[in-house]
């Protein structure tokens, strides 16, 4: 569970706009409905990312600035101990080992529960197809059912598919991950999860809460103190 969706974020905001175009007519209303097209007026974004898992509960905070790529964590450090550091992802090649393989990894993890739809759409390689509606898989009712699938060679998760169940307002409201290709026995075969507690936090609309199953177990993450600061503020905008 730790190391799902573990994908680099250091890509232009100006592909994902370019990206959107390619996507089916319901990703590119995914999109906006998220708030994304205003992705580039945020300038400092930091967030709380939260796991409960049976016999684990991981807490970590990011502040991140997405022009310039400069994260600082605000966690423990591997032997349990509180830290906080901060780092330019140009210059992570100069980091320390628990910095490249340990801080780095989670950040992206944390980061694409944050702005999935951004994420999938700064990812080119990755397929989507509008399948139509189906019955929801966890709840009652049925929404639009939207596939990102990855190729089984290249990119971060190769074989990995993701099933989205958009509502008709764009957003989702649940979706289920199927591990595939080369090293999923670091990530869960069948994670299911809700997508619930709305907000703005500026310009973006935030998912703050999925629970649901990893490979039957019993999972929740959610997010908690996210705000943004805009290009020429300088006060922070909650999330509401």
Request: glycine fraction near 8%.
């Amino acid at each position: 569970m730790i190391r799902l969706l573990a994908f680099t974020v250091s890509v232009l905001v100006l592909a994902a706009a370019s990206h959107a175009e390619e996507r089916p007519p319901i990703f590119q209303q995914m999109f906006k409905a998220y708030g994304l097209e205003s992705f580039d007026q945020v300038e400092k974004i930091r967030y709380t990312f939260n796991l409960e898992f049976p016999g684990l509960n991981l807490t970590r905070s990011w502040e991140w600035e997405p022009k310039t790529d400069l994260i600082t964590y605000d966690g423990k450090d591997k032997d349990g101990n509180p830290m906080k550091l901060t780092y330019q992802r140009s210059q992570l090649s100069s980091q320390s080992d628990f910095v490249k393989n340990e801080i780095d990894p989670a950040f992206s993890i944390d980061n694409y529960w944050l702005l999935f739809v951004l994420h999938v759409s700064w990812d080119g390689s990755a397929k989507v197809t509008d399948e139509g509606m189906q019955k929801l898989p966890l709840g009652n009712g049925s929404a639009e059912r939207v596939v990102v699938k990855y190729p089984s060679e290249g990119g971060y998760a190769p074989g990995d598919t993701w099933e989205l169940y958009v509502g008709a307002d764009n957003r989702i409201e649940e979706f289920v991950y199927h591990g595939g290709g080369p090293g999923t026995q670091q990530r869960p075969k069948l994670l299911m999860a809700t997508w619930a507690d709305y907000k703005k936090v500026g310009p973006l609309l935030i998912s703050m809460d999925h629970r649901g199953t990893s490979d039957g177990m019993p999972t929740r993450v959610f997010l908690s103190n996210v705000s943004v600061k805009l290009t020429g503020s300088d006060s922070w905008m909650n999330a509401q």
